[in-house]
């Protein structure tokens, strides 16, 4: 069983950055794919950027080039920094882990087995 739990949410403004962190415990992330998801108010949850045990990585082309996902295996922690963020990207994100075979297929749309609770994104203009 894996625990997720994200932090790093906040208000910012328009072109502001943040980074979002997913803290695991219970096993080790080194094997899992590991991915970011958003939801937003009336909307359906989306896939923003995925890496694999690998450390390949997958994004979503409406933040591609702005940003980045990444893993800390020693600290077993997530990351998703974000950079010229844009109204649009306001959306409750959440981490998610899945077997490494989710990576090989397409994996922001995969079926992911565990979840965080989330983290709170707000992009004003």
């Known amino acids: 069983q894996v625990q997720l739990v994200e932090s790093g949410g906040d208000s910012v403004q328009a072109g502001g950055s943040l980074r979002l962190s997913c803290a695991a415990s219970?096993?080790?992330?080194?094997?899992?794919?590991l991915g970011w998801f958003r939801q937003a108010p009336g909307k359906a949850r989306e896939g923003v950027a995925t890496?694999?045990?690998?450390?390949?990585?997958n994004y979503a082309d409406s933040v591609k080039g702005r940003f980045t996902i990444s893993k800390d295996n020693a600290e077993n922690t997530l990351y998703l920094q974000m950079n010229s963020l844009k109204p649009e990207d306001t959306a409750m994100y959440y981490c998610?882990?899945?077997?490494?075979?989710?990576?090989?297929?397409?994996?922001?749309?995969?079926?992911?087995?565990?979840w965080g609770r989330g983290t709170q994104v707000t992009v004003s203009s």
């Open positions: 890496v694999d045990s690998y450390s390949s990585t």
């Open positions: 219970g096993k080790s992330l080194k094997n899992y794919c």
């Open positions: 998610a882990a899945a077997p490494q075979w989710v990576c090989l297929l397409d994996s922001l749309k995969g079926d992911f087995a565990y």
